[in-house]
């Protein structure tokens, strides 16, 4: 018996041997690479033919370590000769010498020193940890003050609230350790606005205390810093304003406000009213000195208003520039009225309150100061103190005549 060999199945034929039994040949098939040519002999029919053994199998795991050892020599040769290769291309270039030309040293100009005009100098005390510093340092610091403007040509820069708009903002433009009357102005503030009675009862003052009433002002105004603003507002049936924005405190400045103040109040020849009631809306009296006139027609809250005492027209009309601190000075209780019935103190105080309002916030810090003079009656001192209360100011009674 034969078989034909098959390159795809591995075939090992066997013939076994017992006793009184005959076994068929077994074939046994693998799926796999070709093995090795098996040589197959006729058996015959004969139960005692010899076996034919076949050639040797070689295993399959034997054939696949080999297969990766060459692969593994491969790739360790691939790489020396990568590492050769790149050992050669970084060889270092050569050096190249460039001489190059000597920088040119430009001497620096320095600027010219400031001027000694307007300079503040700080100084130390002898034998002061300051002096030691400052010598330390071979220097002495200044720091120029600009100009100021004069009042004509003073920059608008919508008045009080807090900063002066020279780019120093509140901290410079202080109103020092100036007062009227007795209270400060307070030094943290940069502007104010001084309201004044100028009605027929303060005549009865008399002169003298006219007088000191004007000395007060003047005191007031050369107590503050140059760069300090302040403006003044007169009233009576109506009122008068000495510039339409606040002014810098400028000896200049100061100087038009006391020629400002110099004829009101005065028997012979000057006028105990406003310059609005007797000269009109022109703006100049008869003497050339200028004046804002104001009129209950100029806010509407106090339209179609009258009256002979009208401060709460003043200090609305000192509102409109926006300074931090107020003072009035009146002799008597306001007498505003619409359409022949009378405005109380409360609500005049909650006209200005709302007007406060208005102009500068809700939350400012507008403060007013109230002072009394002369024989006024008791309306007119609950009326300022209240006002003062209203705004976070003090109230003061004074007696001019006694000053």
């Known amino acids: 018996m034969g078989f034909v060999y098959d390159p795809?199945?591995?075939?090992?034929?066997?013939?076994?041997?017992?006793?009184?039994?005959?076994?068929?040949?077994?074939?046994?098939?693998?799926?796999?690479?070709?093995?090795t040519k098996i040589a197959v002999?006729?058996?015959?029919?004969?139960?005692?033919?010899?076996?034919?053994?076949?050639?040797?199998?070689?295993?399959?795991?034997?054939s696949a370590a080999a297969l990766m050892l060459a692969a593994g020599l491969h790739v360790l040769i691939a790489m020396i000769a990568a590492a050769v290769v790149l050992a050669e291309r970084?060889?270092?270039?050569?050096?190249?010498?460039?001489?190059?030309?000597?920088?040119?040293?430009?001497?620096?100009?320095?600027?010219?020193?400031?001027?000694?005009?307007?300079?503040?100098?700080f100084t130390a005390a002898s034998g002061s940890t300051a002096?030691?510093?400052?010598?330390?340092?071979?220097?002495?610091?200044?720091?120029?003050?600009?100009?100021?403007?004069?009042?004509?040509?003073?920059?608008?820069?919508?008045?009080?609230?807090?900063?002066?708009?020279?780019?120093?903002?509140?901290?410079i433009g202080k109103l020092g350790g100036a007062d009227f009357f007795g209270i400060p102005a307070g030094g943290g503030a940069s502007s104010l606005a001084l309201v004044l009675d100028v009605s027929g009862s303060m005549i009865s003052l008399g002169d003298d205390g006219i007088q000191a009433m004007k000395d007060q002002v003047d005191k007031t105004l050369t107590g503050l810093d140059p760069i300090a603003r302040f403006n003044?507002?007169?009233?009576?049936?109506?009122?008068?304003?000495?510039r339409e924005r606040s002014v810098s405190a400028t000896e200049e400045n100061r100087k038009a406000a006391r020629f400002f103040l110099?004829?009101?109040?005065?028997?012979n020849s000057g006028f105990s009213e406003t310059r609005t009631a007797r000269f009109g809306n022109g703006g100049a009296d008869d003497k050339g000195i200028r004046y804002v006139?104001?009129?209950?027609?100029?806010?509407?809250?106090?339209?179609?208003?009258?009256g002979s005492t009208r401060i709460e027209l003043g200090v609305l009309a000192a509102?409109?520039?926006?300074?931090?601190?107020?003072?009035?000075?009146?002799?008597?209780?306001?007498?505003?009225?619409?359409?022949?019935?009378?405005?109380?103190?409360?609500?005049?105080?909650?006209?200005?309150?709302?007007?406060?309002?208005?102009?500068?916030?809700?939350?400012?810090?507008?403060?007013?100061h109230t002072i009394s003079v002369g024989g006024i009656g008791g309306n007119g001192k609950r009326f300022l103190r209240g006002l003062a209360r209203a705004f976070g100011g003090r109230y003061s009674n004074v007696d001019l005549k006694n000053l």
């Open 8 to 35: 795809k199945i591995s075939v090992s034929l066997y013939h076994t041997v017992g006793v009184g039994q005959r076994k068929s040949p077994r074939i046994v098939s693998r799926i796999g690479p070709p093995r």
């Open 41 to 62: 002999a006729d058996l015959g029919d004969s139960d005692h033919a010899d076996r034919v053994p076949a050639e040797r199998e070689v295993p399959w795991f034997r």
């Open 90 to 121: 970084r060889e270092d270039p050569p050096v190249v010498d460039v001489a190059l030309p000597a920088a040119e040293v430009i001497p620096k100009k320095l600027p010219p020193p400031p001027p000694e005009k307007n300079n503040l100098t």
């Open 131 to 171: 002096e030691v510093l400052l010598e330390a340092a071979a220097a002495v610091v200044s720091i120029p003050i600009p100009d100021v403007l004069p009042s004509d040509d003073a920059i608008d820069f919508g008045g009080g609230g807090g900063g002066l708009g020279l780019g120093f903002g509140g901290g």
């Open 232 to 242: 003044l507002f007169t009233f009576a049936g109506e009122a008068d304003g000495f």
């Open 262 to 267: 110099r004829d009101y109040l005065v028997r």
């Open 293 to 306: 006139p104001i009129t209950g027609g100029d806010f509407r809250d106090l339209e179609g208003s009258a």
């Open 319 to 368: 509102m409109r520039d926006k300074p931090e601190v107020i003072f009035v000075l009146s002799d008597g209780e306001p007498s505003s009225s619409i359409d022949g019935k009378r405005m109380t103190g409360d609500v005049l105080i909650k006209i200005i309150e709302e007007n406060r309002d208005r102009n500068y916030g809700r939350f400012s810090k507008l403060t007013i």
